[in-house]
C-alpha cells in the first residue's frame, strides 16, 4: 500500500508507529507477519501460505491500511435515535442521552473520540482509530438496543430493524 505524503511511519520490530495530520497511532503487530518500508509504500510478507499465515497476512496489511486512513482522513460512525422522549445532548464533551430510564446517562468520550450531535436524534461518533470508533458506537448503541415491536432505541445510520408482529387480539 502507498503513504500518502504528510504521513511518516516508522518500524521497530514488530511496532508500527504512524505520524499524520491528526495525529499519531501505534500498534504491535503479529510476528509471523513481517512490514517493510519500501521507497513509499509498505510491503506486507508473510513466511508460508498456510492458512495461519495468510490469515494474519490480510489482517496485518488491514490493521496497517486502517491506521494510515485514520491519521489522514479519520472514522465516523452515525447513530439514529428512534422513540418518543428518546433525545441526545452535548454537555461540554460528554453524550447526555436521554432514553427511557429514570435518570439521564451520561457517557464520556475516550481518548481521541469526538461526538457531535445533529438535532436532537443524529449522533456522531469520529476519531482516528477505526477499533475504538466502533467500540465506543456500539457501546452507546448498548444503553438501548433497538427493540423489535416498535423500533425504538439507539441503531446504526442505515441499519434495518426487523420488526415482529404485536399482538393480534384474536381468541
Known amino acids: 500500500m502507498t503513504i500518502p505524503a504528510g504521513v511518516s ?4 520490530g514488530s511496532r508500527i508507529k504512524v505520524k499524520g495530520p491528526k495525529g499519531a497511532l501505534e500498534r504491535d503487530l503479529p510476528k509471523a507477519v513481517s512490514v ?7 510491503v506486507v510478507t508473510r513466511p508460508s501460505d498456510a492458512p495461519e ?18 491519521v489522514t482522513n479519520g472514522f465516523e ?9 428518546y433525545r441526545a445532548s ?4 460528554s453524550l447526555n442521552l436521554a ?3 429514570s435518570h439521564p446517562v451520561v457517557v464520556e468520550p475516550p481518548e481521541g473520540i469526538a461526538f457531535a450531535v445533529e ?27 433497538p427493540e423489535p415491536y416498535k423500533g425504538k432505541g ?12 404485536g399482538k393480534s387480539g384474536a381468541k
Do not use: F
Open 9 to 12: 511511519v516508522e518500524l521497530s
Open 36 to 42: 517493510e518500508k519500501a521507497e513509499d509504500a509498505l
Open 53 to 70: 499465515h495468510r490469515a494474519l497476512h490480510g489482517l496485518t496489511r488491514a490493521l496497517v491500511q486502517n491506521m494510515v486512513t485514520g
Open 77 to 85: 460512525k452515525t447513530l439514529q435515535i428512534e422513540g418518543v422522549g
Open 90 to 93: 452535548l454537555q461540554g464533551k
Open 99 to 101: 432514553l427511557g430510564y
Open 119 to 145: 438535532g436532537t436524534q443524529t449522533i456522531k461518533v469520529s476519531g482516528m482509530d477505526k477499533e475504538l470508533v466502533g467500540q465506543t458506537a456500539a457501546n452507546v448503541r448498548a444503553w438501548r438496543k
Open 154 to 165: 439507539v441503531r446504526y445510520a442505515g441499519e434495518k430493524v426487523r420488526r415482529k408482529v
